[in-house]
């Protein structure tokens, strides 16, 4: 009776959620209150009832039972109430605000709540919640921070404007003209040293020779090309005072934010320097290989090489911070690629990897070769050797599909009339230039309608240009190897770049009154107890991570499933992985995923050889139709091909199979450790759940229905103009939490806001209740991929998303969201005082290293975590920023909530650097990269196809990365 009953009731749930639509009639959740008693998540978990959680009755049914803050409070009244138990707090005007169709700007006035509705309200004012307490939880430990105390002067500093005409001129060019331009107007400079940003500010001491409405212009004159001058116009117009006085008033909290004109002002002044003696990308500045003497960076010998024509470039970050008392510069050793100053000859053979000698055979480029350095050169800037000392310097449009010898454009002979000629015989007859290499194609430079062609060898790359395009697998490796640093190394690196440098004796900084302490700054950190994982079997055992990392062996997964029918596809040659091969992996994998709880019954019902990625999708069908039941195909490849995103495509997007890759490698040789993390992937695709949280360490919020977020946009390479940026968000379906659904979505490209974020919260809540049959009263969101800068932007309007996606669902549903930017590409590096603290072979600081003073926001809730292990170089902290908080999280409760959320990660028995769902979600965004493969091979090399819309083609690939029913149930992305 009693299943009958619960079958009969999740019927009747799914039935509800099958008619749930937008718009005003909206269907409500079932009443979870009182009635249930000690209710099931799905997996076993039980959540308490809502009056042991301290609930509201009607938590749901009211919209008004959820109030933090007493109603009389917004009729101009006093008082302060709250909910019920641990129920969530939350801003009532920010709640409104984020109803469907508010607005979201403004200067947050307080409207009037009677007879309002969302629709109503005029205006709110976001700020990101104070910094509620410190951390306390714990142990002690001294550390070092990359940070440099700066000393401001009171008073303020003035702010002009610059235009200069001609506009769009690099920012070199522009700094130069504005050199030029304080040396040649001392009428107006006198002695001081003004600070400019290479655009449109600068900034000085002192008010200029000049009244505060005056507007002057400015001629300069700058040596050009072929001796020609380039005559510029500089105006320059006052527009404000800059108070620094009020950075000091924010550092000690005497105000809520920092002044975001002073702090620009701060950059550009500590910037100014830098700018004009290194090559600036970003907040870095680089200097190139043989400008520099810092040998033990092997500058100037191969090891910097990366290959396909780029080196590394060596440098230093820098930034300006503001933390608790004091503005801080975040000092950093840095490192980037570059391409190398060489001829285009060279990088040609370079990028196509062969030597000199095979480009001078009179052959032409295949098809293949010509499109890989078209990739490679498109966009660079080169100049020209055959014209003496005018090398004059060209950006690559394109590349000829013709040879030299071949390759014609129009020559005007007269006013009136033009002939065809090659680009071999006007070097011939113009330049009495024969050329070697006739038979390669030429370079189209400048505008591609100009058909301005040169040929490679009268053409060099351009020194100091930083290559944006991604790296190879091989380059990627040497750079790291050339690279990495263990922590002590970094931290003398960082040292020695400080005291060297004119970082300290900055005459500019010196102008304005601003003085750098040469010494890193000396922070209090805690590292937080590693929480303990519970394992399933016949005795449940626990295991506590040492340093970050636990040992699966003698442990079973918590919940491990068995697999009765699978198979296997080997992708790689016979003679290369033979039978007796796969023989062996298959029995060493069943022995493994014994010992793991994972039994794999039997032979596999399928084992055959197969070539090439056409035959993917036909095998798979015919698995899925010959073999009821299927349940896993595990793929061999041979090393990287094409056929593992086929196999992911049709896997996961076309007949919803649990697929697993194997390298060839990992089947010849199996190792135990390869097999068990084999194992770890294979058991949670499978819907299995390796191990859980130990429910009686978790925080406090665990002890209500709560869902786990997590969110990260990918975008392509740069440069790409024709792929998408991707979304994906992926929620917790459990109570440990361990089981994640997701949902992607792809969006214009370099869009930085999640577009769909209604839709796709709106689903996994939906996944949520189904799981659990209970709603969430708190959402915490781990948001990756967000700057500082965007910030507020994302909040905006990511916030109101999430809140819509609750409203759709019912009127009134308004559970409590903490929403935390996670940010991992920030250059705050910590280091142990003390050798006793410090862990592994690159002496780094222990996993579980929190600092929440110090470097942190003088007022905003932030802190570093490292929560993992280091293993090569040094150690980067993960930043995290808590853009809201309805909760009221305190700040012991969410840094071990989040370090805890680091340990639930399914591929490996490690503690990871950012929290599972934020990792999920990037894994989500990279796995539809691969559904896409294919769609994007469709649409060509060029612009899109003729007839087809850009609205058309994201449509196209929406419908590409969407996931199989059967295989979006489980965690098909692990």
């Known amino acids: 009776m009693a299943a009958t009953g619960i079958d009969q009731q999740q019927q009747n749930v799914n039935n509800m959620f099958d008619a749930l639509t937008f718009g005003e009639n909206h269907i409500p959740f079932p009443n979870q209150g009182n009635g249930m008693i000690g209710h099931m998540d799905g997996m076993g978990n039980t959540y308490p009832t809502n009056n042991a959680l301290g609930f509201q009755h009607d938590l749901f049914m009211n919209p008004m039972t959820n109030m933090p803050h007493d109603m009389s409070a917004l009729h101009g009244g006093s008082g302060q109430g709250s909910t019920g138990g641990g129920g969530a707090n939350f801003d009532t005007r920010a709640m409104l605000a984020l109803a469907p169709g508010a607005p979201l700007a403004g200067d947050n006035t307080n409207p009037e709540m009677s007879g309002a509705n969302a629709n109503q309200l005029t205006a709110f004012n976001f700020q990101c919640p104070k910094r509620p307490d410190h951390g306390m939880e714990g142990k002690a430990i001294s550390l070092r921070a990359n940070h440099f105390k700066v000393t401001i002067p009171g008073g303020s500093i003035q702010f002009y404007n610059i235009d200069i005409v001609p506009e769009k001129c690099p920012r070199k060019v522009n700094r130069d003209v504005v050199r030029v331009m304080i040396d040649a107007y001392p009428r107006i400079f006198g002695n001081c040293k003004p600070v400019y940003d290479g655009k449109r500010n600068m900034y000085t001491k002192e008010m200029l020779q000049m009244t505060a409405t005056e507007r002057l212009e400015l001629e300069v004159t700058m040596p050009g090309e072929a001796n020609q001058d380039r005559r510029f116009t500089v105006g320059v117009k006052w527009n404000q005072s800059v108070s620094l006085s009020k950075l000091e008033d924010a550092m000690a909290g005497r105000i809520r934010n920092v002044p975001a004109e002073a702090l620009q002002a701060m950059d550009v002044i500590l910037r100014h320097l830098p700018s004009t003696q290194y090559t600036p990308v970003g907040r870095s500045f680089f200097s190139s290989p043989v400008s520099t003497s810092r040998s033990n960076y092997h500058h100037n010998n191969e090891h910097g090489k990366l290959g396909g024509g780029r080196e590394v470039w060596f440098g230093f970050h820098q930034s300006v911070r503001p933390s608790q008392w004091k503005m801080m510069l975040n000092i950093d050793v840095s490192a980037t690629a570059f391409y190398r100053k060489m001829s285009v000859i060279d990088f040609m053979a370079e990028v196509l990897e062969q030597p000199i000698t095979a480009l001078a055979d009179r052959r032409t480029l295949s098809d293949a070769q010509r499109v890989k350095f078209t990739k490679e050169i498109r966009g660079l800037k080169i100049e020209i050797t055959h014209c003496g000392s005018m090398r004059r310097k060209y950006r690559v449009c394109n590349v000829t599909r013709r040879p030299a010898q071949t390759q014609t454009f129009p020559l005007q002979v007269d006013h009136n009339s033009t002939i065809e000629c090659t680009v071999a015989k006007y070097f011939s007859e113009k330049y009495k230039f024969q050329l070697k290499y006739p038979h390669l194609p030429c370079l189209q430079v400048g505008q591609e309608q100009k058909h301005t062609y040169l040929p490679p060898e009268v053409c060099e790359i351009v020194s100091g240009q930083r290559c944006i395009k991604k790296l190879t697998d091989t380059q990627t490796s040497t750079m790291i190897k050339a690279t990495a640093r263990s922590a002590p190394e970094r931290e003398r690196e960082i040292s020695k770049l400080v005291n060297d440098s004119n970082i300290i004796k900055d005459p500019y900084a010196a102008e304005f009154g601003i003085s750098i302490t040469p010494t890193m700054t000396e922070v209090r950190g805690r590292v937080l107890a590693a929480p303990k994982l519970l394992y399933g079997g016949r005795t449940k055992v626990t295991a506590l991570p040492n340093s970050g ?76 139709q010959t073999y009821p039941g299927l349940q896993l195909v595990c793929v061999v490849l041979p090393g990287k091909t094409p056929v593992y995103a086929e196999v992911k495509r049709v896997g996961d997007t076309v007949l919803g199979i649990a697929t697993q890759c194997v390298q060839a490698k990992n089947v010849i040789k199996t190792t135990p450790q390869t097999l068990s993390n084999l194992c770890l992937k294979m058991n949670v695709k499978l819907g299995g759940v390796n191990s859980i949280l ?26 790409d103009a024709r792929k998408p940026s991707i979304a994906a968000v992926v929620g917790s379906m459990d109570a440990h939490p361990s089981r994640y659904a997701a949902t992607v979505r792809v969006q214009q490209h370099r869009h930085e806001i999640i577009t769909d974020l209604t839709d796709m919260v709106r689903e996994l809540l939906i996944q949520f209740y189904k799981n659990t049959r209970f709603k969430p009263t708190r959402i915490v969101m781990y948001r990756d991929g967000v700057s500082e800068g965007q910030f507020l932007n994302v909040l905006q309007h990511e916030l109101r998303a999430i809140r819509e996606a609750c409203m759709t669902l019912e009127r009134g549903y308004q559970p409590g969201i903490t929403f935390i930017a996670v940010q991992k590409r920030h250059h705050t590096r910590l280091f142990a005082c003390d050798k006793k603290d410090q862990v592994g072979k690159a002496q780094n600081i222990p996993p579980g290293t929190t600092v929440d003073v110090g470097i942190t926001h003088p007022t905003e809730f932030d802190f570093f975590l490292c929560s993992h292990a280091g293993i090569q170089g040094t150690s980067r902290p993960s930043h995290y920023h808590v853009l809201w908080d309805d909760n009221n999280l305190r700040a012991d409760e969410l840094q071990q909530l989040t370090y805890q959320m680091c340990h639930t990660y399914v591929r490996c028995t490690r503690s990871v650097s950012i929290p599972a769902p934020a990792y999920y979600a990037h894994l989500v965004a990279f796995r539809a990269r691969y559904h896409l493969v294919d769609r994007e091979h469709d649409s060509g090399e060029g612009s899109q196809p003729s007839g087809t819309s850009e609205d058309t083609t994201l449509s196209n690939m929406a419908r590409a990365v969407q996931i199989h029913p059967d295989a979006n149930s489980v965690m098909y992305f692990a």
Not at 562 to 579: D, G, L, Y
Not at 700 to 709: D, R, T
């Open 549 to 624: 990392v636990w040992d699966l062996r003698g442990k079973q997964f918590h919940t491990g499933i068995e697999v009765k029918v699978w198979a296997i596809a080997c992708f790689a040659q016979q003679q290369h992985v033979k039978e007796h091969d796969l023989r062996n992996f298959t029995q060493s994998l069943q022995r493994i995923s014994s010992d793991a709880g994972m039994p794999i019954i039997g032979q596999p019902c399928f084992c055959k050889y197969a070539v090439g990625v056409d035959q993917v999708e036909p095998m798979f069908k015919y698995l899925k």
């Open 694 to 719: 130990l429910p009686t360490v978790r925080p406090q919020i665990f002890n209500e229905p709560v869902i786990f977020l997590g969110a990260d946009i990918t975008h392509p390479p740069a440069g």
